[in-house]
Structures are given as structure tokens and as C-alpha cells.
């Protein structure tokens, strides 16, 4: 008698979702490789090392929940102390030595007779696993626009998530171009050191007060010693963050987004007396249809007297300048691009190819989709973290990728139970789980008429969870085995 198959499991990507899966693979005594294509762990929080890129959900929460500090040096951290956190998981767990650095999967292919994936290098190296379990993010590919010129540019150019930190900003006339998430951060940072600062803004955000404050060595004292209080934090930090699901969609929607927008105007009252300037950062949108920023202090950086606020949309670069459709010639040193990510393509460049030699992208050519946002028809053992429909608007995407892994570890479970080579999750079921998903998400404020990267563009919501993230919880709990087909 034989005893159940040793399965070796592939993960790809080393950031937060790798990692967390890579953890509970080594405490269950699963073989596991982490291929990692740069040299270095953290995923987005090795990439993202702008001025002031920091998380905007509380480091409490935005943190494993087997895995908690109490030495957290403030509310809302910043990316070394975030990306040292990553490290420390990885030297606490010894994964270090399961990573291979510098490998890039580019081709995962499933061989329908040994019933094992393929995955291949662009180097040509190949790789056989059983499983494989993608964590390669919602963000990691950055977008530059293709603006007429851009390439004649003499200056200095690099995308916000590739910040080139050998060139010094000081003095310089720089560009930014782009006002989200990122620009936000590093906009305030930047701004004392340069000589302008021009910021050009597509379209404007509703800007909520951060309150950010640093935990007193009293505070770190006591979550070290009173037993359960780190935990009873982290959990009314998730509760509250929770009741803003309320606002993004369903009946009690519109009611709250009006009162959370008086909040957001109020701010903007509060930091900008200019009445042009504060006119030009109103959105005409409803909040929460793009992703809500935090911040107190890029209004005030806005309001400085070398930075300006241009809202006249670009209609080419020059040599030296950046030029408006209204004509207008604004002479920069350097070109920052806060432009976001192609967060539309989910895993490309990857190119997987299924059962039947079945294409993902040809999957989604319509828009990313999968079951319960982790596993796809046609592709068996084959584990999307952070894939279609997980990301939140309201809640810790740690907490979402804990929920994935441990609905992965349920299936890999009972792959070994019964001894089975592989799971796929039945076409019906998914396309039936979908349905109810899309009817849910077509009740949200991402859907009300503003353009963002959480849908394609005939206006279907690919990136993000409807509802509370405690439901994607409940769903992934356990496994509906009947979903599934079995080789
Ligand atoms: P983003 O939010 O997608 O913002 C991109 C900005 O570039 C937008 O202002 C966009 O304008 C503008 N833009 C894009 N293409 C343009 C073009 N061709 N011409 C002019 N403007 C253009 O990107 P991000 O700021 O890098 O953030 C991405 C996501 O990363 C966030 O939504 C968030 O989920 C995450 N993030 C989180 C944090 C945090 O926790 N604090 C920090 C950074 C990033 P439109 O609005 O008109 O499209």
C-alpha cells in the first residue's frame, strides 16, 4: 500500500500573499518553492519605496493575524517598517531558503496525462509542480501613459512604484502627473525640497483626514503585556473599518455617502481657502466610486505657493516642458508618473494555459473572473491570491488573502484525503457564483459613473468584494466540494 501523494506546491510571488501561504504550507509539512522574480521579498511594499508610501489601513489590522506586533510605531506605518515586517515573517518561518530569487515564471502549462503543471522561465528553465498559487498581486505592473513626445523628454522620468532615489528632486521643477493613492503620499514629501511642483490632475478625489498618530512606548508596553489586547484592537479596528462596507453599497449607501461626503468637504474647507483651488478638487462623483484616499496634509501641500495644481489635461511632452491642450508650456526637470497600474490583466505577463490547452487570458478576454475570486474552470490546482474580486474598498487585503489561504489549504486537504491528482472547480458552479457576485456588485457605488481601475471598461467590476470582507470569511470557511470536479 502506498500512502497518499507528496504534492508539490509552486508559489509564485513573494510579497504579503506568497508569503502567507508559504507559512501555513511549512506548518502543515507541505514541499513547497516560492519563485520570487526579483531579488528581494515584500512584492508592493519592495516596489512602492516613494517618499511616504505608507498603508492607510492601520498596521494592527494590515498585518497576519498569527502574526501580530506589538511594537507598531504608529497608527498607519510606513513602507520600511511594513516591508520589514515582510522580512521578519520570512526569517521567523525559514522561508528564506525555499525562495529562488531572480526567477520569473512566464509559462505555466498543465499536462492533462501526468495531470502536473509546467512552469517555465523566460530563460527556458522548467519546473514541474502539482499545485500552483499565484501572488502576484492586483498592482504590480506599472502604466505610463503614452503621451505624444514622452520620449524625447531630456529630463528625469520613473513611475511613482519605481522611484528613482539616485536623483535628487531638490531645486528642480518637477511633474506629477497623476493624484491617487500614491501621489497623495509623496506630493506632501516633495514638495518643501523642490523649486515647482506642477501636479496634473485627470480627474479629482474625495480626500478624507487621516488622523495618523504615533503609539506612545506606554501603548506598545501594555499590547506586549496585557494579554489579548493587541487582539481585541486589531478586532474593533476591523469592525469599524467594516461599517464602511455600508456605505459603498445597498440600501443604507447613498444615506451614508452624503454624510461621509460633508466629512470630505468639510476637509477640503478646512485646508484650502482658494475657492479656485478647492473648486477644482471637488469631485463630481459620488464617494467611494474611486478609491477613497486619506490624508492631512496633501491639501496643504497644494496650497503652497511653489506647487500648483493644474487641471488642464496634457496634450504632449517637449524636451523640457509638459504641455496643456490649452497651450500652456510648463518648463520641468523631472517627470513623476503617479499613474497607477494595469490592474485590468490580472497575472499578465503570465501566460497559463489550462486543461486542454485552454488559455487564461482567452478566459478572461470579457474581464477576470473566478470562483470565490481564487480558482478558474478549466485550470485545475491552480490558486489565484488577491485574484478577481477580492480587493476591498474599506477593509485590510490581508485579512482577504488569509481567507483565500485557508480555503486553499481546506482543498489541498481534501486533494490528499482522497488521494486525488487535481481539483477543478465545475464550470456551472462558477459561472452561477458570478452571476449572484455581479447582481451584488451592480447594488455599489462603483458602478454609479466615474472611471477607476476596479472594472474593465464596458463597466464590469473585476477587482473588488461587494459587502463586508466578514462575509468573504464566511464563504471561504468551507470548501462547497460539490463545486468541484476531481481527476
Ligand atoms: P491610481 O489611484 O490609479 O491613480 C492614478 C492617477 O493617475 C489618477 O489620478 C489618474 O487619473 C491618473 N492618470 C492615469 N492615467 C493618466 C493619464 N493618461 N493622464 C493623466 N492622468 C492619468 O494609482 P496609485 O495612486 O498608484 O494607486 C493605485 C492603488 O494602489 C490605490 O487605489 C490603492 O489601492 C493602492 N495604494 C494604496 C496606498 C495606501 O494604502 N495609502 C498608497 C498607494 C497606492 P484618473 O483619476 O482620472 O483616472
Not at 55 to 61: E, I, N
Not at 62 to 88: G, N, T
Not at 397 to 404: A, D, K, N, S, V
Request: hydrophobic letters at 40%.
Amino acid at each position: 500500500m502506498h500512502g497518499p501523494r507528496e504534492r508539490r506546491v509552486a508559489i509564485l510571488g513573494a510579497g504579503f500573499s506568497g508569503i502567507c501561504m508559504a507559512i501555513r504550507l511549512k506548518e502543515a509539512g507541505v514541499s513547497f518553492v516560492i519563485y520570487e522574480k526579483a531579488d528581494g521579498v515584500g512584492g508592493t511594499w519592495r516596489d512602492n519605496s516613494y517618499p511616504g508610501a505608507g498603508c492607510d489601513v492601520p498596521s494592527h489590522l494590515y498585518s497576519f493575524s498569527f502574526e501580530r506586533r506589538a511594537e507598531w510605531s504608529r497608527h498607519y506605518v510606513e513602507q520600511p517598517e511594513i516591508l520589514r515586517y515582510i522580512e521578519d515573517c520570512v526569517e521567523r518561518y525559514g522561508l528564506r531558503p525555499h525562495v529562488r530569487f531572480g526567477t520569473e515564471i512566464v509559462r505555466a502549462r498543465f499536462d492533462d496525462d501526468e495531470g502536473a503543471w509546467h512552469l517555465s522561465t523566460a530563460g527556458g528553465e522548467v519546473f514541474t509542480a502539482d499545485v500552483v498559487v499565484t501572488g502576484l498581486g492586483q498592482l504590480n505592473r506599472p502604466t505610463v501613459p503614452e503621451l505624444p513626445g514622452l520620449a524625447d523628454f531630456k529630463g528625469t522620468a520613473f513611475h511613482s512604484a519605481r522611484w528613482d532615489h539616485a536623483h535628487d528632486l531638490r531645486g528642480e521643477r518637477v511633474a506629477v502627473i497623476g493624484s491617487g493613492a500614491s501621489a497623495v503620499q509623496f506630493v506632501p514629501r516633495i514638495a518643501p525640497d523642490v523649486a515647482r511642483l506642477h501636479v496634473f490632475q485627470r480627474s479629482p478625489n474625495w480626500v478624507l483626514p487621516r488622523g495618523d498618530a504615533a503609539y506612545s512606548a506606554a501603548a506598545r508596553g501594555a499590547f506586549r503585556r496585557v494579554p489579548g489586547l493587541d487582539r481585541l484592537h486589531r478586532a474593533s479596528i476591523f469592525w469599524a473599518l467594516e461599517t464602511r462596507a455600508l456605505a459603498l453599497g445597498g440600501p443604507t449607501g447613498p444615506m451614508l455617502r452624503a454624510l461621509v461626503e460633508r466629512t470630505a468637504r468639510k476637509h477640503l474647507e478646512a485646508q484650502v481657502s482658494d475657492l479656485d483651488l478647492r473648486r477644482k478638487l471637488s469631485p463630481d462623483y459620488s464617494i467611494g466610486c474611486k478609491r477613497v484616499l486619506l490624508s492631512d496634509d496633501y491639501y496643504p501641500a497644494l496650497a503652497r505657493e511653489n506647487v500648483e495644481l493644474v487641471t488642464s489635461p496634457i496634450a504632449r511632452v517637449e524636451p523640457d516642458a509638459v504641455v496643456t491642450r490649452d497651450g500652456r508650456r510648463v518648463g520641468v526637470d523631472t517627470i513623476v508618473f503617479a499613474t497607477g497600474f494595469d490592474a485590468l490583466h490580472f497575472l499578465a505577463p503570465l501566460d497559463v494555459q489550462g486543461r486542454d490547452g485552454a488559455r487564461l487570458a482567452e478566459a478572461w478576454r470579457y474581464g477576470a473572473e473566478a470562483y470565490l475570486g481564487t480558482l478558474v474552470s478549466g485550470f485545475p490546482n491552480f490558486f489565484v491570491l488577491y485574484g478577481p474580486n477580492t480587493n476591498l474598498g474599506h477593509n485590510s487585503i490581508i485579512f482577504m488573502i488569509e481567507c483565500q489561504v485557508h480555503w486553499v489549504m481546506r482543498c489541498l486537504e481534501e486533494l490528499r484525503a482522497r488521494d486525488r491528482a487535481w481539483l477543478d472547480v465545475r464550470r456551472d458552479a462558477m459561472v452561477a457564483s458570478n452571476r449572484a457576485l455581479q447582481d451584488r456588485l451592480r447594488a455599489t457605488v462603483w458602478v454609479t459613473g466615474c472611471h477607476s481601475w476596479y472594472k474593465t471598461a464596458s463597466g464590469r467590476v473585476t477587482n473588488n468584494w461587494p459587502g463586508f470582507a466578514s462575509r468573504f470569511w464566511l464563504a471561504t470557511r468551507k470548501p462547497r466540494f460539490d463545486d468541484f470536479a476531481w481527476g
